[in-house]
């Protein structure tokens, strides 16, 4: 916490907060969402965080783009079946939805009516790989 000891620093730590893993519904509204003097809050409530990602792919038409690349229909993928060429195509559309195109893990996990477990270890097969 050396580097806060200045206000100069501090806003420096806000700002760069300020852009990191932006969500809308964490944004309380029109209002300030900062603490500090006026002139402070002014300053930093002025500038602009670019918008979040737009995911321009729905979910099911994600899952009809990988199971098409990988030549099956894409209702083998929300079953449960442990096949591995089906097993590797389910991964491949977690890996996409939720690193490239920004869907939160629970999200996918609901989609594929599956634990929020087995999406995890599917993101974790690519770290490990």
Known sequence: MGELKTVAGYEAFIRDGAKVNYRVQWHPGEGAPFLGPEHFVKKISKETV???????????D???SVAAKSRFPAEILLRKGRLANVV???DRFIREGVLEHGYLASQVADFLACHPSNVSRALQKELVA
């Open 50 to 60: 670019p918008a979040p990602i737009s995911r321009c792919a729905s979910l099911k």
């Open 62 to 64: 994600l899952l009809k």
């Open 88 to 90: 590797e195509t389910r």
